[in-house]
């Protein structure tokens, strides 16, 4: 199971952070990613987390802006997201691959076993 939280409305140059708590399977050995999905837009990999080494990877349009990190005492992954634009809004989603690795990217949705409900991020 997967719980997102974070979300909410935040101005242009703006920062949020996004949790998603996880339960019920080997957490730390897989690959976490973050989606999303604006209006009338196909969903969309963000930021993804590999398992055991813990190496990260970015979609083009957000590095240097989002940081996405986990903490495997808590079970919970993170995405740090800063100079917010509007073409940031979006519902975001966090995602487990069974799997160490991550894939290649673009990343797929099917590679992707686990989906939580999504939190909302607007930037105005």
């Known amino acids: 199971q997967l719980v997102e939280s974070g979300g909410g409305s935040v101005q242009a140059g703006g920062s949020l952070r996004l949790s998603c708590a996880a339960s019920?399977?080997?957490?730390?050995?897989?690959?976490m990613g973050w989606f999303r999905q604006a209006p009338g837009k196909e969903r969309e990999g963000v930021a993804v987390?590999?398992?055991?080494?813990?190496?990260?990877d970015y979609a083009d349009s957000v590095k240097g802006r989002f940081t996405i990190s986990r903490d495997n005492a808590e079970k919970t992954v993170y995405l740090q997201m800063g100079s917010l634009e509007p073409e940031d809004t979006a519902m975001y989603y966090c995602?487990?691959?069974?799997?160490?690795?991550?894939?290649?990217?673009?990343?797929?949705?099917?590679?992707?076993?686990?989906w939580g409900q999504g939190t909302q991020v607007t930037v105005s």
């Open positions: 019920g399977y080997t957490y730390s050995s897989y690959c």
């Open positions: 995602a487990v691959r069974t799997s160490w690795s991550c894939g290649l990217w673009p990343l797929l949705e099917a590679d992707f076993a686990y």
């Open positions: 987390i590999r398992g055991g080494s813990g190496t990260t």
